[in-house]
């Protein structure tokens, strides 16, 4: 074993040639890319770009264009001789299926260090000029994997079958440590492996909470055992943490709904949501609203989806006045800048988008129907007087082309064109789509 670990780590005592500028990206797949450092016991590194632009922007450039200290020849040449090093784009198809449940990455760029076998080593995120940032996370990784009790330790011992309470306490604080998912089975058996008493302790029922147990889920039931301590605890904890630990429960619980297609479990996380939000009932129906237009469209719920979300957006969004909705668009821009400046996080969605998203997915769920496609294009005109860009004219010619009003589509089409064009963004999609248009072909 300890011979194993020496030639793994072997690769670890120079740095080497600093010939190399350029990071080798692997062109394979999540998966192959995982495949491949098993067979050549070599470490991955994962690293989540900021999503696919006109630009076609990498992530080893920062957002005004210039290089950071990824590009360093010291950090190009250390993670080309030590890693796997594999680029996915925020948001994209195989960054939602690689990490965003399991490893929770919400911000871009972030950084995932993994050991061969597939075992989350460490993170960071943001991005930075100095090549030291970038040496500092290698050398982090390099005592991570020293660590006799990291992550693959405890999994291991998992797999083995160690369901001591000691050891599972353990193996479920170092995943909050490194930021990854528990999944609601092993909360659960943590949970069940506790003598009933230790749920009169608010320190262990406090620790289960801050995991975010599935609403009916045992280790959920366990923590009500002791109403009485249980609401004691919530009135003495802070208003953030509180607010954390409903936020977590309700997207556990709806994430366990999806994964389940139960709507009966969704409704309860989407009840969690509204009563969160008394004594504003209008912001708690708008809340349960959302959480389940979320379940309708994730589990392709069409019929369900479309009726609610006809309802969800002509009461929440097309119901405010037009100078409300510019105003509460400048208000999430100037957020944009704030956390753009700061480089930690995914942008928050503006009204504009969030109605253009809406109008789309009304178009992609195949609709024909004039009482779903006619609200989506309302949706659609209302972003265009906020904000006129090129994709937001691209969604509204789609759904006038399913509509049959083929002139306004074909007009819609080409002053996206128009726009791209004096944006300096590519045309190329935009002009295929123009044609598909015209030849009534979509």
């Given at each position: ?115 061969p076998e597939g075992d989350l080593l460490y993170r960071s995120r943001g991005e930075s000029t100095a090549e030291t940032r970038y040496l500092d996370d290698m050398q982090a990784v390099r005592q991570a994997a020293a660590d006799p009790h990291n992550l693959g330790y405890y999994r291991r011992g998992f797999d083995q079958g160690n369901r001591s309470p000691d050891f599972l306490q353990g193996y ?271």
């Amino acid at each position: 074993m300890k011979y194993a670990v020496l030639c793994f780590w072997v690769f670890w005592s120079a740095l080497g040639s600093l010939r190399a500028q350029v990071i080798k990206f692997e062109k394979d797949s999540v998966r192959q890319v995982f495949a491949q450092a098993r067979r050549q016991h070599k470490p991955v590194l994962l690293i989540f770009s900021p999503p696919l632009t006109a630009t076609g922007r990498p992530a080893s450039t920062s957002a005004a264009g210039r290089p950071t200290g990824l590009q360093a020849p010291a950090v190009v040449a250390a993670l080309n001789k030590k890693f796997l090093v594999k680029e996915v784009a925020f948001g994209s198809a195989e960054a939602l299926g690689a990490a965003l449940r399991r490893y929770q990455v919400v911000s871009y760029p972030s950084y995932l260090y993994f050991t061969p076998e597939g075992d989350l080593l460490y993170r960071s995120r943001g991005e930075s000029t100095a090549e030291t940032r970038y040496l500092d996370d290698m050398q982090a990784v390099r005592q991570a994997a020293a660590d006799p009790h990291n992550l693959g330790y405890y999994r291991r011992g998992f797999d083995q079958g160690n369901r001591s309470p000691d050891f599972l306490q353990g193996y479920l604080r170092k995943r909050r440590a490194l930021g990854q998912w528990v999944e609601p089975a092993l909360l659960d058996t943590y949970a069940q492996q506790l003598p009933a008493r230790q749920f009169d302790r608010a320190a262990e029922v406090l620790f289960i909470l801050e995991f975010g147990p599935v609403l009916t889920s045992r280790a959920s039931q366990l923590t009500h055992l002791n109403g009485p301590l249980l609401d004691s605890l919530y009135k003495v904890l802070p208003l953030a943490q509180r607010i954390q630990i409903n936020t977590l429960i309700i997207n556990n619980t709806l994430a366990q709904a999806i994964d389940t297609n139960n709507a009966r479990l969704a409704a309860l996380g989407a009840d969690l949501a509204r009563t969160s939000w008394l004594p504003n009932y209008q912001r708690g129906a708008q809340s349960y609203a959302s959480n389940m237009l979320t379940f309708y469209r994730t589990t392709q719920d069409t019929a369900n989806y479309l009726r609610q979300a006809v309802v969800y957006y002509d009461r929440y969004y097309l119901s405010i006045s037009a100078d409300s909705a510019r105003s509460r668009e400048a208000t999430t821009l100037a957020r944009q800048l704030t956390v753009a400046q700061q480089a930690t996080q995914n942008l928050p969605v503006t009204y504009s988008m969030a109605l253009n998203n809406a109008a789309w997915s009304v178009y992609q769920s195949g609709t024909r129907r004039a009482a779903y496609l006619q609200p989506a294009v309302l949706w659609s005109r209302r972003t265009l007087e906020l904000n006129p860009v090129a994709a937001h004219y691209d969604t509204l010619a789609h759904l006038l082309y399913r509509l049959q009003r083929y002139d306004e589509a074909l007009a819609a089409q080409r002053q996206a064109i128009a726009l791209a064009r004096t944006q300096q963004t590519p045309t190329a999609s935009y002009e295929q789509e123009l044609t598909k248009l015209q030849n009534r072909s979509l």
